[in-house]
């Protein structure tokens, strides 16, 4: 099984961490097991883009993009379900 290398954009690193604790570590678990599998079940594709999804985890999104020809998962967006759309 190939394993995906995942990057964390700055906007999301800073989203992150305004997040209460116990979110941020389930969080980080959620986009920890992206790298082994990217569009995991659950995972949707948002309209309107190629390859942009987005992932439940409780209250909050990860919105990411998956780059097949690099192997890369890049994290763009975390957020409160109500807010992370806009």
Known sequence: ???YS????RTAERQLKRLPQGE????????????IEPRP?????LAGYD??????????RVIYS??????VVLVLKIGHRK????
């Open 1 to 3: 099984m190939t394993r």
């Open 6 to 9: 995942v990057e964390i954009s």
């Open 24 to 35: 941020r570590q389930r969080i980080a678990r959620t986009v920890a097991m992206l790298a």
């Open 41 to 45: 079940r659950g995972a949707r594709k």
């Open 51 to 60: 390859d942009v999804f987005r992932i439940r985890t409780g209250r909050y």
């Open 66 to 71: 998956v780059e097949e020809d690099r192997l």
């Open 83 to 86: 807010d992370v759309y806009r």
